[in-house]
């Protein structure tokens, strides 16, 4: 069809047209044919601007990104394009203003022509988990597949905690190590700002992480956690310090640094706002429906309901058994009732049917290997109330948290009675440590339970001041 080609006649330069080649065919190889044709418009756009500003550069990769795309960009808005579009996000309900689709095709062009860099996987700025040679620890319903340094400005820091990286990483989660190198890439910031001659943490003194504390504190406002992220840099400064044999970095910190952590509010769903939701709930496709409604029934953590295995359930004494994965710990068992039962062993046949024998009861639909994404559910149930409106008790638009749910589910643990210990086992704590939030904040209890003594301690006080000289006289002035 006539319109339906690639012209690389459009590029005066054969290394042009080689690297424009190859980029063609590898997004072939990659993408849909609807895809690939719809990129001839923004070829054409991107041939038309070379030959008019570079038509004698050998290749794309000859002039600096930045340089590139700052010269692509003024050719656009001189002949009449945009430069920026607006994508409607539904799970947020705004649009976000991002770079229009020509100048992203230029970026992507110049991400594939970029050198190998065949220096080991723990050396590059950016690691590709996979390709590192050995499993790490993470969340499977929250997978992270890169880890960036790029954030940390000074060179040297940056190959220090490189380094430090690599050791911690074989033990630590790489949620826990993100928040430690997250922690490291401000401070740098700080020593960038207040500290340029400092180029290695070997030479931070105590003197610097007073002055961290007070800029924190004064300029940079209160963190939402302060005290994590103070733990998480003194944790890596600390293996630093091993790593380029620094001992003293362990010891910068002093334990009145460490600021109390924030008290969190113990927040649920109230029953009506519960219901509101279950209504539309019921009405996504159902496999996501069903873990939904499953998370609320079973109050575990999100990450245990996603992660239900396929072997999960039995039967002893004629009563249903569940066990459900913690990904910090274990794992523990409860028994459930026969509908919740009959609700997972649905989501079983769901699965087994379009995707074979797994190991997950969700799964993630481009991967059956992988439990279903986190990031996947929160996107679709926050586009399900941008799409309704859903509304809390007190007119706001509805926000989401899984663990919401979670609570929901203590709270009505202790309104039925139950002791910690039985309360615990349910919830999945190894202990009872945590059972008083649950207790404390169930008002509605502590109104019905105290309700007798109340009672008995008013008719005790009402005899004691019958006894009071005057006052009847008292009780008539109000």
């Not at 105290?450 to 301690?457: A, D, G, I, N, P």
């Amino acid at each position: 069809m006539e319109q339906h080609f690639y012209n690389l006649d459009l590029l005066t330069m054969e290394g042009q047209k080689k690297e424009m080649e190859t980029f063609i065919r590898s997004r072939g190889e990659e993408l849909s044919m609807s895809t690939v044709n719809g990129d001839i418009i923004l070829y054409n756009l991107l041939a038309r601007f070379m030959k008019a500003k570079y038509p004698f550069l050998h290749s794309f990769r000859a002039i600096p990104e930045e340089v590139l795309v700052k010269k692509f960009k003024a050719w656009l808005l001189n002949h009449g394009y945009q430069i920026t579009r607006k994508h409607h996000m539904k799970s947020m309900g705004k649009n976000l203003q991002e770079d229009a689709a020509p100048i992203k095709y230029l970026r992507l062009l110049l991400r594939y022509l970029e050198p190998e860099d065949k220096r080991s996987e723990w050396e590059k700025d950016v690691w590709k988990l996979e390709n590192l040679g050995f499993e790490v620890r993470q969340n499977p319903i929250d997978v992270i597949r890169t880890i960036k340094f790029t954030g940390i400005i000074q060179e040297t820091i940056r190959e220090e905690v490189k380094r430090a990286s690599y050791i911690r990483i074989k033990y630590l989660s790489v949620g826990s190590l993100q928040g430690e190198i997250r922690a490291v890439r401000r401070f740098s910031e700080f020593l960038a700002k207040r500290n340029p001659e400092i180029k290695s943490l070997g030479e931070v003194g105590r003197l610097n992480i007073e002055e961290y504390l007070t800029y924190i504190n004064l300029e940079r406002g209160q963190e939402r956690n302060l005290k994590t992220e103070m733990a998480n840099l003194k944790n890596m400064l600390q293996q630093v310090g091993k790593v380029i044999d620094k001992p003293k970095l362990g010891k910068l910190f002093i334990k009145q640094d460490m600021p109390k952590a924030p008290e969190v509010a113990f927040k649920i769903y109230s029953d009506e706002e519960i219901k509101r939701l279950n209504y539309y709930i019921v009405n996504m496709e159902e496999q996501v429906a069903r873990a939904l409604i499953l998370h609320q029934m079973l109050g575990g953590r999100i990450s245990d309901t996603l992660t239900l295995r396929t072997d999960c359930l039995y039967q002893e004494n004629g009563h249903y058994i569940v066990r459900m994965y913690q990904v910090k710990t274990s794992y523990y068992e409860k028994p459930i009732p026969d509908d919740v039962a009959k609700l997972i062993q649905k989501s079983m046949e769901y699965t087994y049917e379009r995707y074979g024998g797994t190991e997950y009861v969700f799964v993630n639909e481009s991967n059956p290997s992988l439990p279903f994404q986190y990031s996947m559910l929160k996107h679709r149930v926050y586009t399900l109330i941008h799409e309704n409106d859903i509304c809390k008790d007190n007119g706001e638009r509805m926000g989401f948290a899984t663990h919401l749910f979670r609570h929901c589910y203590g709270m009505k643990l202790v309104e039925l009675h139950l002791d910690d210990a039985a309360i615990a086992h349910l919830l999945g704590h190894r202990g009872v440590n945590t059972v008083y939030r649950y207790r404390r904040a169930s008002g509605k209890l502590l109104v019905k339970e105290t309700e007798e003594l109340r009672k008995t301690m008013d008719e005790i006080l009402s005899e004691i001041i019958k006894e009071w000289d005057g006052y009847e006289q008292v009780f008539q002035n109000g």
